[in-house]
């Protein structure tokens, strides 16, 4: 088993700058990608961004893409987001995501295993 632990989120303003962090635990001894994803209230789930664990290969939504960056700390088994220019539309519970051997769509499909989630509320 692999346990995902979500931290950073909180409260900041629109233009604001937050970065969470997602720690794995347990049997991490393959990745292949981690990611993280979001929920709005009365949304669908959506995909926010991924990494390669071996390569370092990102991926990103449009609707992130220039503000948010994805980055990982192969040693400490920890990917974080690097989230610049919040805008209200960021609110959103985020969760983090891992595939221990391939990729994650966009959908989720791959994902193994999954975190709790951690809130960012964008003020406007």
């Known amino acids: 088993q692999v346990q995902l632990v979500e931290s950073g989120g909180g409260l900041e303003q629109a233009g604001g700058s937050l970065r969470l962090s997602c720690a794995a635990s347990?049997?991490?001894?393959?990745?292949?990608?981690m990611g993280w994803f979001r929920q709005a209230p009365g949304k669908e789930r959506e995909f926010v961004a991924t990494i390669t664990w071996r390569r370092g290969s990102t991926d990103f939504a449009d609707s992130v893409k220039g503000r948010f960056t994805i980055s990982r700390d192969n040693a400490k088994n920890t990917v974080y987001l690097q989230m610049n220019s919040l805008k209200p539309e960021d609110t959103a519970v985020y969760y983090c995501?891992?595939?221990?051997?391939?990729?994650?769509?966009?959908?989720?499909?791959?994902?193994?295993?999954w975190g709790q989630g951690t809130q960012v509320t964008v003020s406007s």
């Open positions: 347990g049997r991490t001894c393959t990745i292949g990608t």
């Open positions: 995501a891992l595939a221990k051997q391939w990729g994650i769509t966009a959908d989720g499909s791959g994902a193994d295993y």
